[in-house]
């Protein structure tokens, strides 16, 4: 097992690759009473339209089966698992993202147990069509739930105007139609190629041992047999760099019109995953030094009434997709859009000064010690992190390197490029 | 983690919990009074103005500058209500000073700028707000209030509460009718006043008592450090359930309905109510989420809650409309399980563990270890984590059905979907 000290942060990461390609991670904070611990697979939405093989023919994975598998793992035949897990004190959830579904447990005893058992159940998938059918219901609920959410819409809106193509756009449980459509078949097939060990991570962060954890894992392990690894088909997407739609507008029960801005960006290209990890902060702190609460702007439109409390701001980078988004609701919208349209011509000509760079890469220094506070946010940091091939405990070494000439380039890379606005509107302002 | 009373060099007292398990530092000043419902939306909007700027941060983009130049710290100025109390708190949270190694970043200038905090910008002639300020926070503040009504389970949640009909039943997120009657004299009012309650400093990290005694010292400000303590607003139950709906246009319906106990937190069933919620409703292996969800798959999302300072319990479901009498019937029908002590071994034996690990994990979050102190002061009969365990390890089935017999249901609220799908 390799150790690895960072004195800057006072933490120590323990890492070692199993044989059968299982990769973990073991991060002792010993004064804390929980410990969380994450099993994630490289599988989510995006992978939805690649053809995977049952043994017998050739399947296409439909939308939303990455978040099927997530439901249905738990119905395990050793018997119901949560309860395995609340017999030994934990809770145990999951979520499914663009590009991972991660299984996680908290608990502050029992800790090898409820490993072993996290190892078990996720590893082992006997579905039934009967229980498949049933979960359809339960799964389109959820749906709904979130369709009701404006967030969702004005979001998933603004994904669908950007991209023709990209699965991005599509909500990563799927469309009713995509679960309704969901077969046995499909299940089996996705879990065999995607749940290899090969393609999966274990985090472990709290109050632990080490080397005891690390060798009930591998004694875990051995005793399970795997199938050949094939790999997971490389993957990628015609997507033009053109906007599907500029404009659009959807009735919705908001008291307040809510705007969804995107500019569509060329994918990232980078050679290592310190360089990755460091181009995804220059376009954080990028967007930190305009869009801030610190930034020129937010209180001047707040003052001018153009926007309420509410602006907001993300990249979003991923395989071969690339955008900023920004949010906010509005009392005026056509100026809030004009303005935002006006910056991403020439987003150089808004830069603020370098001390403000300074103090920006300051604030993402202490958020990033901040998040050292919990072990739960630790593991799941390093779960995203190492998902999205970036990386997380030298984040205050990749800020430091940053420098405002690399900002100003940056800015003058993405500006004038196409982009597309989504408004979610109650009527008052049509 | 323990704290300490500390007297600072002005005979005053604050409470420190050093400890080196976090990597931030964490001050609260909490000033705690009865709390009066016609002050509940002023007192939210009066957050909304501190948090906004101060006289030494004259404007939200300077006062975020500092934050973060301070290692992207956060100051969080807060209205809650808990119980009869009103707790109006100013929390500084921020990286240790010693992981930075930066001579603008020292715990003086943390005093320094938290103090700022109690010296707001006001008008010129210093008996309101800065008018501009406080144009904006009503502004935002009223707009936050409309938008709850996107969110259905949060409306379905106030509405419930607001049936309770009690005089501690609040929202403490205020109330819309009542924003646009504020003035900003009364605003500022409420501020003196508050700087008046008795105050309860709390101080989380690893630093020493001597350096934060000199410098809290030197501000010269005079708080008054005196106690007070809680009464629990116990809901009475009462004859027979009423029913309420409303149509909005979602896509998903939400179900709610109210339970009263008059089971509180100094009540001998207290711990058997914490397992009841448990096993009701909040947790993977609760009977309505192994029967409504589960068994039935008339929802994905149902959960129960209860609040130990009123003593009710809120259930909750987002379901499809043409499950509505169903899955009334199948809560009600769960709550009568258990108070017929059809309680499995099983099903105790999880909410006991459950229960038990997070009374264990409340020390690893500052912000719950100080809530925690906290009650243990404004309820003095509290009993010490370690004590409360051990009253969970004897806890019986028939306990839990006891409190469960004492559960009497109040409202029963229905936001049905507008079109069904």
């Known amino acids: 097992m390799k150790k690895m000290e960072y004195s800057l942060i006072e933490e120590t990461v323990c890492k070692h690759k199993l044989e059968n390609g299982l990769e973990v991670y073991i991060i002792p904070k010993n004064d804390f009473t929980k410990t969380t611990v994450y099993f994630a697979t490289k599988f989510g939405s995006l992978h939805s339209g690649l053809k995977v093989n049952d043994g017998k023919e050739e399947i296409i994975i439909p939308g939303g089966l990455a978040h099927f598998i997530e439901h249905r793992i738990f119905d395990n035949k050793k018997g119901p698992v949560m309860d395995r897990f609340s017999a030994l004190g934990a809770s145990c959830n999951a979520y499914t993202s663009y590009n991972r579904t991660a299984y996680h447990f908290k608990n502050d005893h029992n800790i090898n147990a409820c490993i072993e058992l996290l190892l078990d159940f996720v590893q082992e998938f006997t579905v039934k069509a009967e229980s498949v059918e049933k979960e359809k219901d339960i799964i389109i609920e959820e749906l709904r739930m979130y369709l009701d959410y404006p967030s969702t819409n004005l979001y998933l809106g603004l994904l669908n105007n950007l991209y023709f193509h990209h699965p991005i756009k599509e909500d990563v449980g799927g469309s009713e139609k995509d679960v309704k459509e969901t077969t046995c078949k499909a299940l089996k097939a996705a879990y065999r190629q995607f749940y290899h060990p090969e393609n999966m991570i274990l985090v472990i962060c709290g109050k632990v041992n080490p080397d005891l954890i690390l060798k009930n894992i591998i004694d875990n392990q051995s005793q399970k047999v795997f199938p050949p690894y094939d790999g997971i088909p490389d993957f990628t997407f015609e997507e033009p760099l053109n906007v599907v739609k500029e404009f659009s507008v959807q009735k919705f029960h908001v008291s307040l019109d809510k705007v969804a801005f995107g500019v569509k960006l060329a994918p990232l290209v980078y050679n290592n995953v310190i360089e990755y990890t460091k181009q995804c902060y220059l376009y954080e702190i990028l967007l930190d030094l305009i869009f801030s609460i610190s930034g020129k702007y937010y209180e001047e439109w707040l003052k001018m009434q153009i926007i309420t409390n509410s602006l907001a701001y993300s990249h979003l980078e991923g395989k071969n997709y690339n955008s900023i988004i920004i949010t906010a609701d509005v009392y005026k919208r056509d100026i809030f859009i004009e303005y935002i349209s006006k910056i991403f011509k020439a987003v150089d000509n808004y830069l603020p000064k370098e001390e403000d760079f300074t103090r920006i890469k300051k604030a993402k220094i202490g958020s990033f010690i901040k998040s050292l506070n919990h072990p739960s946010v630790i593991a799941r940091e390093l779960v995203e992190a190492y998902m999205d091939e970036r990386e997380y405990f030298e984040t205050m070494e990749i800020i430091q390197s940053i420098t405002y000439h690399e900002i100003i380039n940056l800015a003058k890379q993405i500006s004038d490029k196409p982009f597309s606005v989504n408004v979610l509107t109650g009527g008052k302002n049509d | ?421």
């Open chain 2, 1 to 421: 983690m323990e704290f300490k009373t500390i007297k600072t060099e002005d005979d005053n007292n604050y409470y420190l919990c050093k400890t080196n398990k976090f990597k931030t530092i964490t001050i609260s000043y909490i000033f705690i009074d009865k709390i009066q419902k016609n002050e509940v939306t002023a007192l939210a909007l009066l957050s909304l103005i501190l948090n906004y700027c101060n006289e030494k941060y004259k404007s939200t983009q300077e006062l975020n500058a500092k934050l973060e130049t301070f290692y992207n710290s956060s100051m969080r100025i807060s209205s809650q209500i808990s119980g009869d109390l009103s707790l109006f708190s100013f929390t500084f949270t921020g990286i240790n000073p010693k992981f930075c190694n930066d001579k603008n970043y020292t715990l003086l200038e943390i005093i320094k700028f938290f103090y700022s905090f109690f010296t707001p910008f006001l008008n010129s002639l210093e008996d309101e707000f800065n008018e501009k300020v406080f144009t904006i926070c009503k502004e935002n503040y009223s707009n936050e209030l409309v938008q709850l009504e996107e969110d259905k389970e949060l409306f379905t949640y106030l509405k419930l509460l607001d049936l309770l009909n009690h005089e501690y039943s609040i929202r403490g997120m205020g109330y819309l009718d009542e924003v646009k009657n504020i003035t900003n004299k009364q605003c500022y009012q409420l501020f003196l006043k508050i700087l008046k309650r008795p105050l309860f400093p709390f101080i989380i990290g690893d630093l020493n008592a001597t350096p934060i005694s000199k410098l809290i010292s030197k501000r010269n400000i005079n708080f008054k450090f005196n106690k007070i303590y809680a009464d629990l607003p116990i809901v009475s139950h009462q004859s027979h359930v009423e029913f309420y709906d409303e149509k909005k246009d979602f896509s998903q319906s939400m179900l709610g309905i109210s339970f009263t106990s008059k089971i509180v937190k100094n009540d001998a069933l207290y711990y058997p109510m914490l397992l009841l919620n448990i096993i009701l409703g909040d947790s993977s292996f609760s009977k309505l989420f192994l029967t409504v969800r589960e068994r039935y798959g008339y929802c994905y999302n149902i959960y129960s809650s209860y609040d130990n300072r009123m003593g009710t319990i809120f259930v909750l479901a987002g379901i499809d409309a043409k499950y509505q009498h169903k899955t009334y019937d199948l809560i009600i029908e769960q709550l009568e399980h258990i108070c017929r002590s059809r309680i499995t071994t099983k099903e105790l034996k999880f909410a006991k563990l459950r229960l038990t690990s997070e009374i264990n994990s409340y020390v690893d979050s500052p912000s719950i270890i100080i809530s925690k102190e906290l009650d243990n002061i404004l309820l003095p009969n509290s009993l010490s984590l370690k004590d409360a365990i051990g009253e969970i390890k004897k806890i019986t089935v028939e306990d839990v059905a006891e409190a469960a017999r004492r559960i009497h249901i109040k409202d029963c609220f229905f936001l049905e979907q507008q079109e069904e799908k």
